[in-house]
């Protein structure tokens, strides 16, 4: 929706889990690192000068928020702003 106005692009599938990990609901590592070995940029795209919007459903540590940010700037966004609609405790 945010994309429709034509002043935005929609990259939603940009990033990928392409390792599995255990559940973090149910005591998963929940390390920046685990994240950031387990999940990659679909390279097809071009997200270089970008500024991005991340968005994630539930946060507890925000480290898989930190780890696509880091995967983001590393493959050329220019900023990354980060939002969960929730916080767990």
Same mark, same amino acid.
């Given at each position: 929706? &945010? @994309?429709?106005? =034509?002043? #935005?692009?929609?990259? +939603? ?10 559940? &973090? @609901?149910?005591? =998963?590592? #929940?390390?920046?690192? +685990? ?55």
């Amino acid at each position: 929706m &945010l @994309a429709k106005d =034509g002043n #935005r692009k929609n990259k +939603v599938f940009y990033l990928e889990r392409t390792n599995s990990i255990p559940k &973090l @609901a149910t005591g =998963g590592d #929940r390390s920046k690192e +685990v994240h950031i070995q387990s999940i990659s940029a679909v390279e097809q795209m071009d997200i270089s000068r970008d500024i991005v919007l991340l968005m994630d459903d539930v946060t507890t540590t925000g480290n898989s928020l930190y780890a696509c940010k880091e995967i983001l700037m590393q493959h050329g966004a220019s900023k990354v702003e980060m939002f969960a609609l929730g916080k767990a405790i």
